[in-house]
């Protein structure tokens, strides 16, 4: 019986083992695409974090004197076309009193954005919409400064990155010591503590990496673009028998920048040009910006909000507050108002309870992602980005000490042998396929590569053992 046993136990053990070795293998191949990506995202996120929180990125940090009252609209607009040219797009009302007005302006060379103290009418700064150092590194962050080539490619390290959070934490399960599992073991040395830290911290940090990366790919071109924004969309229908525009809100957008939520973003914009709607501004009252800003403020927008002037004969004074733009810090009080550009009749009103379940949390988690909801929220990404920054670092050292010095081969976890179950782990990649197509194309890609060129030339197989 006790040898029935521990034959019993010797078996749990090798399979037990073929299991760890199958996951450290993955592990080890995802990390090897994934962790060049992880600190550049880890990077450049920092950058956008500390830039918007102590710089702004559309001017919303510009302080003025209170002098008295406002002058008047128009003056106010007549000052910004003298220092800029062009055509006035949207007005952006500070978050308190002591901060500047901004304006941004459509130009013939693009978007420009004018600060002006609205209260004596002098222009402060001109500049190029989104053309800083936190442009920049938003390029960076999502194209890789390659457009759509970067963004696949950034999507592929998203998707692997879930498949590297899933392994590990396999692998971290604890099996002995489960007290060093959760809390850094200080008294291991080389090797060992590495290991001990990279799967504590990594451990640690597991949950809302998997949040940064879902709300990553859902801004991704193919798995957000193509599968889930469409799906989480706001539906048209819920206009009321508003007549609808050919274009969407994403026209609203300017290249890489987005100015209206991401819910709202395919779903067609309501037309100006009927009695439809409901009361906005009074009857015989003028349709004017000011007297639109003017119904903003008594439906309730407070502190900063945008409004954005009609784009041609059909389009609509839109009254925008977005935590994803900065506007507020509380994205539960998003709100996006179309006005008729004729009648000044409300032609929709959406509000965060309109949404989606989909669109709700993509409401908050983009604002979570980019440390936009307090300062809890900058402080919380700035730890989290420099623990992603350590586990990408730690990962590398443990390669470097386990690779044998100067083997020319990477030195990777050994193929475990005769591992069950395989049809199951088939089942699972075909269903990461399906969620994840690019994740999956390449789980595709890795495989044929493992069976056909790894299993057949022997010199390769060599290289990458």
Known sequence: MATS????????????EKFYFAAWRWHFYAALYVIPFMLMLAVTGLMMMFITQFDGRDGEKIAVEVTG??????????????????????????????????????????????????????????????????????????????GDMGDRLIEIAAGLGIVLVLTGLYIWWPR??????????????????????????GFWISALL????????????????KLVQPWG??????????????????????GATNDVPWALEQTPMPA??????????????????????????????E??????????????????????????????????????????????????????????????????????????NFLLNTLFCFFVIFVCISGAV???KRRPSGAARLAAPPVPADLPFWKGAVLIGLFTAMAFPLVGLTLLAVLAFDLLILGNIPAMKRVFS
């Open 5 to 16: 046993q521990t034959q019993v136990a010797g078996e749990a053990r090798s399979l037990s």
């Open 69 to 146: 009252s406002e002058i008047s609209y128009a003056d106010q607009t007549a000052a910004v076309l003298q220092a800029q040219p062009g055509t006035i797009a949207e007005w952006i009302g500070p978050k308190s009193p002591e901060l500047a007005t901004v304006f941004r302006v459509s130009t013939d060379q693009g978007q420009r954005l004018v600060a002006l103290n609205q209260y004596t009418g002098e222009v402060i700064q001109v500049w190029d919409r989104r053309a800083g150092w936190y442009d920049f590194a938003d390029n960076i962050h999502s194209t890789l400064l390659i």
């Open 176 to 201: 002995g010591n489960a007290l060093s599992a959760f809390v850094p073991d200080l008294r291991a040395r080389g090797r060992a503590l590495w290991k001990n830290l990279h799967a504590v911290t």
């Open 210 to 225: 998997v949040v940064f990366l879902i709300s990553g790919l859902s801004w991704a071109g193919i798995w957000g673009g």
């Open 233 to 254: 969309s706001f539906p048209a229908a819920k206009w009321n028998d508003v007549p609808l525009s050919d274009e969407t809100h994403a026209s609203m957008n300017h």
């Open 272 to 301: 100006s040009g009927s009695e439809a709607g409901i009361t906005g501004l009074p009857a015989g009252t003028a349709v004017t910006p000011e007297n639109v800003i003017y119904l903003g403020r008594e439906l309730g927008m």
């Open 303 to 376: 502190g900063r909000f945008r409004l954005a002037y009609p784009g041609g004969e059909s389009g609509v004074w839109t009254i925008n507050r977005d935590s994803m733009s900065s506007d507020s810090d509380d994205p539960f009080v998003d709100r996006t108002i179309h006005i008729d550009q004729y009648t000044g009749k409300i032609l929709a009103d959406v509000k965060y309870e309109d949404y989606s379940w989909m669109g709700k949390s993509m409401a908050v988690g983009i604002p979570l992602h980019m440390g936009l909801m307090g300062t809890w």
């Open 398 to 400: 443990m390669w470097m």
